[in-house]
């Protein structure tokens, strides 16, 4: 009978401290999820904000400079002021020239569209791939092995309901001594069960 409880205790506080340590696992993969959905967001964020407030309005500038460069020389052409309208026009690409290299949107011509607008999709994309390990992240994998680590832990508790029964057929047998030997074997087989539920648990879950 001593031997039985010994057992069960034994037992019962491997399986709850396992229990506990999955539950602690699952609580850290959990807030691990949260911090990286977080980082992950606010890198996302932040390209946004590059492109639509630090590079667009500068590259929208830009390509209005074009326009009125453009707009300028044809001008030149039939117009009494010709000289002035070419100086102007020079001025103007001058600009134009002085501040188009400082953007990417503004120079390269995979993300000029047919007809005449930006591809801020394209451009978009670009940037987020210019941090690869932020755009890897993962928090959905992160949370679901929080899932099955909280899984695990609940599963593991299911062992601790034989290991009571075997620990109180164990403490029966005392009491009722024509029966110890049944009490002591049904607790006995109630351990082994619990034993073997945490086994299983630990093994499959």
């Given at each position: 009978m001593a031997?039985?409880?010994?057992?069960?205790?034994?037992?019962?506080?491997?399986?709850?401290?396992?229990a506990s340590a999955l539950s602690s696992d699952a609580t850290d993969a959990w807030q691990s999820a949260l911090r990286t959905?977080?980082?992950r967001a606010t890198a996302a964020i932040e390209d946004i904000r590059y492109l639509y407030q630090a590079e667009l309005p500068p590259t929208m500038v830009i390509l209005a400079g074009r326009v009125q460069v453009e707009e300028l020389r044809a001008a030149a052409v039939?117009?009494?002021?010709?000289?002035?309208?070419?100086?102007e026009a020079e001025i103007q690409a001058g600009v134009v020239a002085a501040t188009e290299g400082a953007f990417e949107l503004a120079t390269d011509p995979a993300y000029a569209l047919p007809d005449g607008?930006?591809?801020?999709?394209?451009r978009l994309a670009d940037l987020r791939m210019e941090t690869p390990?932020?755009?890897?992240?993962?928090?959905?994998a992160i949370a679901a092995a929080g899932d099955r680590l909280g899984a695990?832990?609940?599963?593991?508790?299911f062992a601790l309901l034989p290991l009571g029964v075997a620990?109180?057929?164990?403490?029966?047998?005392q009491p009722f001594g024509r029966a110890r030997r049944?009490?002591?074997?049904?607790?006995?087989?109630?351990?082994a069960l619990g034993a073997a539920i945490a086994l299983a648990v630990e093994a499959l879950a």
């Open positions: 031997l039985l409880l010994g057992t069960v205790a034994v037992v019962a506080a491997l399986v709850a401290a396992r959905e977080v980082k039939t117009s009494p002021a010709a000289s002035v309208l070419a100086m607008g930006l591809d801020l999709g394209r390990d932020l755009v890897a992240l993962d928090p959905g695990k832990a609940g599963s593991m508790t620990a109180l057929l164990g403490a029966a047998a049944w009490l002591l074997g049904g607790g006995t087989a109630a351990l």
